[in-house]
């Protein structure tokens, strides 16, 4: 009976000692991983993407709700594959990346949404200075453990309006809905 008394008493204090999993850190996987864009206009889908950009993710796979991410992107490395409208993007007109060098997404939560890796990101969008809080749905693919890799994809629209980013052609007319997909895979950093 003594003996049972003591396991009671030590219980909580096991239980606390015990630490929690914390998140680990990941980065993306180069070769593995796009950010992409849609811009409709009334002549063209215009289809881009930046070349330059980095993700910085703490995952926790036990407890994805635990997971933060943070997306920095060159502004300046927009790419359209015409050089004409790169430089048009770059400038005062649209991302003023003078002024403006980085494209920032710092996530406030991560909901598990549900079955099938289906996530919802809550986070601070900012561009050309502007921030607004949006969520993006987004789907964990997989996570490999052991490999320490996983994949997260989605896509959403934004209003680049709400951005500053409000150049109108009278020519031909720029829809100010973007559309943005992103696909990343992420690893352990590389020591």
Known sequence: MKRLALALLLAPALVAATPATAPERYVRDVAHSQLNFVAESRLLSAHGTFQKWDAEILFDAANVEATSLKITIDAASIDTRIERRDAHLKSNDFFAVDSFPQITFVSTFVNNASE???LRITGDLTI??????ITIPARLNFFDAQNQMGRVTGEFTIDRSEFGVSFQSPVN??????KVQFDVAFTKPRS
């Open 116 to 118: 099938g890796g289906r």
């Open 128 to 133: 050309r200075g502007k921030t607004k809080r």
């Open 173 to 178: 007319p720029i829809e100010n809905e973007v």
